[in-house]
């Protein structure tokens, strides 16, 4: 079957509004400033923020 009417660009575009694309969130690198991806270590200095904390393991000397 075909449509009765024509559906116009704005109702089209209307029902296609959340496919915009959405801007990627920077934050600046507090020790070398350059920008990073938030959560993330610096590509340029590798700094990660130091209240997080990991536990490794210790290894066994033998």
């Known amino acids: 079957m075909l ?3 024509k559906t116009s660009k704005s109702r089209t575009r209307t029902r296609r ?3 915009r694309l959405r801007p ?3 934050s600046l690198c507090k020790q070398c400033g ?3 991806l938030p959560h993330a270590a ?3 200095c ?3 923020n130091e209240k997080i904390t990991l ?3 210790e290894e066994a000397e033998s």
Do not use: E, I
């Open 17 to 19: 509004s959340h496919h």
């Open 34 to 36: 350059t920008a990073k």
């Open 46 to 48: 590798g700094y990660v």
């Open 42 to 44: 610096c590509g340029q």
């Open 3 to 5: 449509p009765v009417k």
């Open 55 to 57: 536990k490794l393991a």
């Open 24 to 26: 990627v969130n920077y």
